[in-house]
Nanobody
């Protein structure tokens, strides 16, 4: 069983930056891809990006490319989401999720991730 805990959310002004962390316990962390998703009020949970178990592959939703960067430290069992140039439309609850494999097709789909954190709120003020 894998447990995930997100942290680092908060209130930031438009144009600012935040770094979210996702700390994992249980299972073999380096064998699992980690994805980030977000859900704004009244909207579906959407894919932000993902990183392979080894950390050598990243993939982002088109709208997040260039502003968001995912990295991981397998020695610390932690994945990071660096978010720059934040805008009010980035306001959402951000979730990290662990896949059952290190990488694969469908990595942007929620069904690829059996384990989820509780989420952390990010609020961007204008």
């Amino acid at each position: 069983q894998v447990q995930l805990v997100e942290s680092g959310g908060g209130l930031v002004q438009a144009g600012g930056s935040l770094r979210l962390s996702c700390a994992a316990s249980g299972g073999t962390f380096s064998s699992r891809a980690i994805g980030w998703f977000r859900q704004a009020p009244g909207k579906e949970r959407e894919f932000v990006g993902a990183i392979s178990g080894s950390g050598d592959i990243t993939y982002y939703a088109d709208s997040k490319k260039g502003r968001f960067t995912i990295s991981r430290d397998n020695a610390k069992n932690t994945v990071y989401l660096q978010m720059n140039s934040l805008q009010p439309e980035d306001t959402a609850v951000y979730y990290c999720a662990a896949a059952s494999v290190g990488w694969g097709s469908g990595i942007s789909r929620r069904l690829a991730y059996p384990y989820w954190g509780q989420g952390t709120q990010v609020t961007v003020s204008s």
